[in-house]
């Protein structure tokens, strides 16, 4: 695990990157080797893999750690400013430029940009970017005048660009200019082995940012948590956290307080194998039961009642799934202070 006290100055290093997943170790490790060049690097993922954070730290970790890293959006800006945003105008160069705009190349000298969604550059503009990487120059709008600017490119994709390339949708003297360090973060659903690290880093991350007491998993919501795909990968998992911890009012974190989508995890999910019908219902009868449990305060009879249950059938359920009511009850102490209601067993 990271030393508080090693990172706590350096928020951007590799080491703040948890992880165990080889895959993942091995782009850290290519990442730090190249880190202080001036190679221009390719990273590819899907949205939410931490393509920005690998960016940060190839930046933060070299010698030019003390100059500007700034990140541009391709995707974000439009293509008509894309130019402007990236060379600079002089003052008159276009209806509305009232003052010249350095432009972010330049406001980047000696530092890093990072090119976030570089797939939805225009042509047009490509062909430029192409004049920095092999010289160096470009040319704000408005002037013929040729400006230098000393800056190391980082780009990300979560598209295949190769396969742009193929299709005539990028261009190949580009791609291969930008393709000299190339990093493929994999998804979330490929490193499994990592969910623990990650999840207790955003409980600890969450607990403290809320002012709340340290909480745990319920099981049944860690198996959901294992068992999810996350199609938002890592920014996902994120939020669904922070959403959990901002629900929970005990000191266990329920499968209530998980996203709806989580409550047909294994049976609709594709990227898995199908639940046996048995294995669905084993599954659905134990997150049912907790949640009567706690909406009754952990007193079995009135969660048989709310259950439609009778009492023995109800209560042998619980010990089959291995289920305490009163860590139920317990809970509702620690919340209110109050003893619960007898079971009048």
Same mark, same amino acid.
């Given at each position: 695990?990271?030393?508080?006290?090693?990172?706590? +100055?350096?928020?951007?290093?590799?080491? $703040?990157?948890?992880?165990? /997943?080889?895959?993942?170790?091995?782009?850290?490790?290519?990442?730090?080797?190249?880190?202080?060049?001036? @190679?221009?690097?390719?990273?590819?993922?899907?949205?939410? &893999?931490?393509?920005?954070?690998?960016?940060?730290?190839?930046? *933060?970790?070299? +010698?030019?750690?003390? =100059?500007?890293?700034?990140?541009?959006?391709?995707?974000?800006?439009?293509?008509?400013?894309?130019?402007?945003?990236? #060379?600079?105008?002089?003052?008159? @160069?276009?209806?509305?430029?009232?003052?010249?705009?350095?432009? =972010?190349?330049?406001?980047?000298?000696?530092?890093?940009? #990072?090119?976030?969604?570089?797939?939805?550059?225009?042509?047009?503009?490509?062909?430029?970017?192409? %004049?920095?990487?092999?010289?160096?120059?470009? &040319?704000?709008?408005?002037?013929?005048?040729?400006?230098?600017?000393?800056?190391?490119?980082?780009?990300?994709?979560?598209?295949?660009?190769?396969?742009?390339?193929?299709?005539?949708?990028?261009?190949?003297?580009?791609? *291969?200019?930008?393709?000299?360090?190339?990093?493929?973060?994999?998804?979330?659903?490929?490193?499994?082995?990592?969910?623990?690290?990650?999840?207790?880093?955003?409980?600890?991350?969450?607990?403290?940012?809320?002012?709340?007491?340290?909480?745990?998993?319920?099981?049944?919501?860690?198996?959901?948590?294992?068992?999810?795909?996350?199609?938002?990968?890592?920014?996902?998992?994120?939020?669904?956290?922070?959403?959990?911890?901002?629900?929970?009012? &005990?000191?266990?974190?329920?499968?209530?307080?998980?996203?709806?989508?989580?409550? /047909?995890?294994?049976?609709?999910?594709? $990227? #898995?194998?199908?639940?046996?019908?048995?294995?669905? %219902?084993?599954?659905?009868?134990?997150? *049912?039961?907790? =949640?009567?449990?706690?909406?009754?305060?952990?007193?079995?009879?009135?969660?048989?009642?709310?259950?439609?249950?009778?009492?023995? /059938?109800?209560?042998? =359920?619980?010990?089959?799934?291995?289920?305490?009511?009163?860590?139920? %009850?317990? %809970?509702?102490?620690?919340?209110?202070?109050?003893?619960?209601?007898?079971?009048?067993?």
């Amino acid at each position: 695990m990271v030393d508080p006290a090693q990172t706590a +100055s350096q928020p951007h290093c590799f080491n $703040r990157i948890i992880g165990r /997943n080889l895959q993942l170790l091995e782009v850290l490790r290519d990442a730090s080797r190249i880190a202080d060049t001036k @190679a221009t690097v390719l990273i590819e993922g899907e949205s939410g &893999t931490g393509k920005e954070l690998i960016a940060r730290a190839i930046h *933060y970790e070299s +010698s030019r750690a003390d =100059k500007p890293m700034i990140c541009i959006n391709c995707g974000a800006v439009p293509e008509n400013l894309l130019e402007s945003e990236f #060379f600079g105008y002089e003052r008159g @160069a276009f209806t509305g430029a009232l003052k010249s705009y350095k432009g =972010k190349f330049q406001a980047a000298d000696g530092g890093t940009i #990072f090119l976030d969604e570089v797939d939805e550059m225009p042509p047009a503009l490509q062909v430029k970017l192409l %004049r920095v990487l092999q010289r160096g120059e470009f &040319t704000p709008l408005g002037t013929h005048e040729i400006r230098r600017s000393d800056v190391r490119i980082i780009a990300a994709t979560n598209s295949n660009l190769k396969q742009l390339v193929a299709e005539g949708r990028f261009r190949d003297d580009l791609y *291969y200019r930008l393709n000299v360090v190339y990093l493929h973060l994999p998804p979330l659903r490929e490193r499994k082995e990592d969910l623990p690290l990650l999840i207790d880093r955003f409980l600890c991350q969450f607990c403290e940012q809320f002012n709340k007491s340290p909480l745990k998993l319920n099981k049944s919501t860690e198996t959901l948590l294992m068992d999810y795909s996350y199609p938002g990968n890592i920014r996902e998992l994120e939020n669904i956290i922070q959403r959990a911890v901002l629900l929970c009012e &005990t000191d266990e974190i329920l499968p209530e307080h998980l996203p709806c989508e989580f409550c /047909n995890v294994g049976v609709t999910d594709q $990227r #898995f194998a199908p639940l046996t019908f048995s294995e669905a %219902r084993e599954q659905f009868e134990r997150i *049912y039961f907790e =949640k009567v449990l706690s909406e009754s305060k952990g007193v079995i009879r009135e969660a048989a009642r709310r259950a439609g249950l009778d009492y023995k /059938n109800f209560y042998m =359920k619980l010990k089959c799934y291995g289920i305490d009511p009163h860590g139920f %009850r317990e %809970r509702e102490i620690q919340a209110d202070g109050r003893l619960p209601l007898s079971d009048g067993v």
